[in-house]
């Protein structure tokens, strides 16, 4: 594993090969840390020099005086080759730059910190933040062409997710790699830290626990303890996925998903909508995924929860003040699957809520609280159905997302007090290259028209809602995905289910085309260009676009870290904490 070394303060970019023969200090260098917020120091420390022998210092200041923490010191932490320094739960209350200086012999390592405050300018009330998984600019233009149509190379209509003043171009990159997953890109939304793939609420440290690495307090932590705001989690995935996952928990691996549940209720988000029921449920009951008895659906019954499964019962909970909502034991289906294909899981779940009910739902419970709320709202699946090379479901999902979001600038409207931003995570490598025209005939690659030749798609008027009810027309658009396992593509859509573009082969791990789809009428089989380990597309390190209104909105601009997202909610709240901590 690399890791960014640093050697200086003026030589910041230093990448180091040979981490092991330096001290690693949490937070990593040039982390922005909001003045008051919790988090944990650590310094590695190689090999097992007495703790007499190391020196941890903050502006020149012994870092357990300057904090009044008491020091934590593990000879050989895990029985490995580093020793560890722990200063668990500290807080820096005044803004600055900070300069963390860490030495044991003769050698040292020094990083630096920018503790930032708000000024204590509240401009916003309420924050909804929308996350478009997975959410590119191909996805973006292919819902507007298809929910507000394209004559003459001019569109019908605006999207919601674009109709917004300012825009800002998010760079999504996480501390170890230039592609990042969906727990640390969302961490950095939620915590204002970046990290590193599978994380979420921690900095990755050498600990062998994955939950036993430096923490940084999460934005639902946060208002909560400083203002008594309220906070929803919503998505369409499970609630323990990375995504909703991030905006509590503290672990070093996202697939710990029952220890995620666990952060859930030690948080209590007002609202909690998704799918993911089996990691609520004790072992001992049929469906559980839990390792132990804890019953999370009764502990949210006895916190005072509404527990919700089906969208009538979300919509008969309204005027509840805590919400509860487990729709699928997986994730929820997709807007194609649940409004006009009917595949998936629909036939098991038949009465899953749609994203905009969800919403509406959230917005009901929180805007009860005087104090305001920070809602996270998640369209989970222009993600996964991004990975399995299924455009059509992704797209279908991001017009779910526009309805969303047209939901809550329906709620701004009547106010003056709500940022809304909508942001992607991440990007996949996907863009429309043209179109295929069944009236062209011959195989599907003579059917696929590039620019003089890629007429306008066919898909007939959307509906009220913003989606055409048929996908499978002979005009459509040739989308496609620049990353992929071996696989065939027949140019159609995947009607009778989401797609699985590649199975597992003779050699075990290895991963060779799904012949079901190359033996679709006109399949263009496409050798993968993926490691043959890999069955699935995945994501790329474009930056991504983010859209915003409502008051603290003009921050965003120009091009920007993720971890700049995060900072511009906290700035538009006004977020101040007591210096006491
Ligand atoms: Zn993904």
Redesign the pocket.
Known sequence: MSRWRVVGLGLALALSGASASAQTIYPLNRAEILAGTRFDLKVEFPGSPAQSAVKVTINGEDAATVTGKAVSFVEREDGADHSAYWIRDVAIAKPGKYTIEATAGDKSARVAWEVFDTNGGKKAKNVILFIG??MSVAHRTAARILSKGLVEGRYGGELAIDDMPHMALVSTSGSDSVVT??ANSASAYTTGHKTCVNAMGVYCSRSKSNLDHPKVETISELVKRSRGMSVGVVTNTEIEDATPGAMVAHNRLRADYNNIVKDFFAVQPDVMLGGGTPNFLPKSTSGSKRVDEDDYLQKFRDAGYTYVQTNTELKAAKGTKKLLGLFNAANIDGALDRFFLKKGSVSKFPDQPDLTDQVRAALDVLSQNEKGFVLMVESGRI??YS?SLDWERAVYDTIMLDNAVKVAKEFAATRDDTLIIVVADHAHGVAIVGTYDDDRGGPMRNRLGTYAQSPFPNYPAPNADGYPDKIDVSRRLAFVFSAYPDNCSAGRPFLEGENVPAVEGETKGNYIANEKNCALPGAVRQVGNLPFNVNTGV?AADDVVLTAMGPGAEQFHGRIDNTRVFRAIVTALGITLAPSN
């Open positions: 998984d997975g997953d969906s993600d996964k990975h994501h």
